[in-house]
């Protein structure tokens, strides 16, 4: 046992490697072996008559991703994503910066435990408890009602697209469930940014003649943008492939994480559900190529 610490100690190279080799065999066998047999299986096809999985290389399968259907489903949920990253860049970029340059040290504490609170709690039990609140007999409603603002949501909800019989069965309460359950993880990577940026910087362009809102703009902005970037790739990573969300408070219309589980659960074409989870993953890693360029992964 000494012999073998003592070769250890002086290889430490060899050390290393004995423990990252089993999170990267577990790594290699799990993540990227799912990968590699999903993508393996989007080269299949499904027969129509029997209703089994072909095992013969063809692109059949990815040629049904371009029929309208399938494409208003990818136009969709990307849509939705970048409405959701931008809606959580509005919300948080204001909260992130008073927590990053104005609040005590007691505030700010108080900020992080209220920012990262709602993740304490199941994904699930946060995603149901807002199903209750946007229910036609939720507390919005009540509310509406209170106010006598309840003809308006009713028109509003008779509006194509974003409404719905309720707003917990339309594409607003899919968008609003979203941007609650993303918001925390656009929120630290900006403040994180934000904590980075050198107040001697912003005094400089002070002393240089600068506008608080011009040193905004040419300054603490442009610095802030890798944190900016960072939490926009969990937010429109997360909201490309979630079904729970789509699943609970959508309609008819599909999303890509819905498809692929109704493809896969339901009528069983795992081929085309494989090959529907290939987009996402083609875009992210576009998106991941970008943000990385862009210096996204130094606020992570």
């Given at each position: 046992?000494n012999?073998?610490?003592?070769?250890?100690y002086?290889h430490?190279?060899?050390l290393l490697g004995i423990?990252?080799l089993p999170p990267?065999i577990?790594?290699?066998?799990?993540?990227?072996?799912?990968?590699?047999?999903?993508?393996l299986?989007s080269?299949?096809?499904?027969?129509?008559?029997?209703?089994?999985v072909?095992r013969?290389?063809?692109?059949?399968?990815?040629?049904?991703?371009?029929?309208?259907?399938?494409l208003q489903i990818?136009?969709?949920?990307a849509?939705?994503?970048?409405c959701?990253?931008l809606?959580?860049i509005?919300i948080?970029?204001?909260?992130a910066y008073?927590?990053a340059?104005?609040a005590s040290?007691?505030?700010?504490t108080?900020?992080y435990?209220a920012?990262t609170?709602?993740?304490?709690?199941s994904?699930?039990?946060r995603?149901?408890?807002?199903?209750l609140?946007?229910?036609?007999?939720?507390?919005?409603?009540w509310?509406?009602?209170?106010?006598?603002l309840?003809g308006?949501?009713q028109?509003y909800?008779?509006l194509?697209?974003v409404g719905g019989?309720?707003?917990?069965?339309?594409?607003?309460?899919?968008?609003?469930?979203?941007v609650y359950?993303?918001?925390?993880y656009?929120?630290?990577?900006?403040?994180?940014a934000?904590?980075?940026?050198?107040?001697?910087?912003?005094?400089?362009?002070?002393?240089l003649?600068?506008?608080?809102?011009?040193?905004?703009?040419?300054?603490i902005l442009?610095?802030?943008?890798?944190?900016v970037v960072?939490?926009?790739?969990?937010t429109?990573s997360?909201?490309?492939?979630?079904?729970?969300?789509p699943s609970?408070f959508?309609?008819?219309?599909?999303?890509?994480g819905?498809?692929?589980l109704?493809?896969?659960g339901?009528?069983?074409?795992?081929p085309?559900?494989?090959?529907?989870?290939?987009g996402?993953?083609?875009?992210?890693?576009a998106?991941l190529?970008?943000?990385?360029?862009?210096?996204a992964f130094d606020a992570?």
């Amino acid at each position: 046992m000494n012999r073998l610490s003592n070769y250890l100690y002086r290889h430490p190279r060899v050390l290393l490697g004995i423990l990252l080799l089993p999170p990267l065999i577990w790594f290699v066998v799990a993540y990227l072996g799912a990968l590699a047999a999903m993508l393996l299986n989007s080269f299949f096809s499904l027969d129509g008559f029997t209703g089994k999985v072909v095992r013969q290389f063809t692109l059949q399968t990815y040629a049904k991703l371009l029929i309208p259907t399938n494409l208003q489903i990818f136009s969709r949920t990307a849509l939705m994503a970048i409405c959701v990253t931008l809606a959580c860049i509005i919300i948080a970029f204001p909260l992130a910066y008073y927590m990053a340059r104005f609040a005590s040290p007691r505030v700010k504490t108080l900020l992080y435990l209220a920012v990262t609170l709602p993740l304490w709690s199941s994904y699930v039990v946060r995603v149901y408890s807002w199903r209750l609140i946007l229910a036609q007999e939720g507390i919005v409603s009540w509310v509406t009602g209170l106010l006598h603002l309840d003809g308006i949501l009713q028109g509003y909800l008779q509006l194509p697209v974003v409404g719905g019989p309720s707003l917990a069965v339309s594409t607003t309460g899919i968008f609003l469930v979203f941007v609650y359950i993303w918001l925390p993880y656009m929120i630290l990577p900006i403040q994180t940014a934000l904590e980075r940026v050198p107040k001697s910087l912003v005094e400089a362009s002070g002393d240089l003649g600068a506008k608080p809102s011009q040193a905004f703009r040419t300054v603490i902005l442009p610095l802030a943008l890798p944190g900016v970037v960072a939490g926009s790739i969990f937010t429109f990573s997360l909201t490309l492939g979630d079904f729970i969300v789509p699943s609970l408070f959508g309609n008819s219309s599909f999303f890509i994480g819905k498809a692929v589980l109704t493809y896969q659960g339901t009528s069983g074409n795992i081929p085309l559900a494989a090959a529907f989870t290939m987009g996402p993953i083609v875009i992210m890693i576009a998106y991941l190529l970008i943000a990385r360029r862009l210096g996204a992964f130094d606020a992570l």
